[in-house]
């Protein structure tokens, strides 16, 4: 396990910035101003390259550079306890471990890992399942499950997927971007310490 631990708090999305020019190249100053930025506001960790963090539009060279500067940014203003989640979006269970390694190596803590969603109508309980211990046991660091459908076809994995899940060691929590709050509660109940490592971003009503 790593050193640092999903301790309770806000785990804040960051979102990375670009150059204007015609390649859009990176802006690694202005991104590691961002990440300091945040790492002062008494958070406990950050998110990079997840919806807002725009991984998509980035290439496997890009991830790692977002990543090595959010650790260099927290090491900066002394906050190197703080934690680093890197999202890992891939459509084969190899390029999802390689993805893995690469955020361990850049001075990531933990995964937060997409389920394939490109033949999502395909795929069954047995499969996704079977890729998420598959990476699990393969990565050099912990994994959340990232339960997103609307990026991944629709695929929509239950609360009792997820339970099932939560019983592998290296699989620690959970980031809910499904704005189901009766799953969240199914699985509260269901396995309440596995969900007290959770993140959860939802739609809520207040009166």
Known sequence: ???RSLADGIYSPTVVFFKDTPKQELDIPTTAAHFEWQAKSGI???VVMGTTGEAVALSREERNQVTATARAAMDKVNSSGLVI????GAQSTLQA???CEDAAQNGGDYALVLPPGYFAPALNKESVLGYYRDVAEASPIPILVYSYPAVCSGLDMSSEWIAELATHPRIVGIKH???NLGKIARLTSLKPTFNSQSYCRTLTLHS
């Open 177 to 179: 971007t499904d704005h």
């Open 44 to 46: 406990k960790g950050i």
């Open 85 to 88: 989640v890197g999202t890992v």
């Open 97 to 99: 471990i390689e993805f």
């Open 1 to 3: 396990m790593p050193s």
